[in-house]
């Protein structure tokens, strides 16, 4: 069993910044990626970035040049800084874990509001 724990959302302004941390622990065996999507109101929930065991970073179009994902591996965790934020970009955000075999494994999830 892997469990996720996100931290660092909150309640920002239009073009402010946070910063997202994903903490793994419990049964983890070998990693090949972890990531992050979210998850706006009556929407479904949208692949944002992810990083691979060899640094490999892909990001979605909607973040691209804004949001920078990074690890920690000794911490087997996972920060997702978000840059020039946008009220459209409010939403849960979810960090996600993908091993090399078996399921992916999902964190509870954290809120961002983007709100003048």
Do not use: H
Not at 22 to 44: D, F, H, L, T, V
Not at 88 to 112: H, I, K
């Amino acid at each position: 069993q892997v469990q996720l724990v996100e931290s660092g959302g909150g309640l920002v302004q239009p073009g402010g910044s946070l910063r997202l941390s994903c903490a793994a622990s419990g049964n983890i065996e070998s990693i090949y990626a972890m990531g992050w999507s979210r998850q706006a109101p009556g929407k479904q929930r949208e692949w944002l970035a992810t990083i691979t065991y060899k640094d490999n970073t892909n990001y979605a179009d909607s973040v691209q040049g804004r949001f920078t994902i990074s690890r920690d591996i000794a911490k087997n965790t996972v920060y997702l800084q978000m840059n020039s934020l946008k009220p459209e970009d409010t939403a849960v955000y979810y960090c996600y874990l993908r091993p090399n075999s078996g399921s992916d494994s999902w964190g509870q999830g954290t809120q961002v509001t983007v709100s003048s």
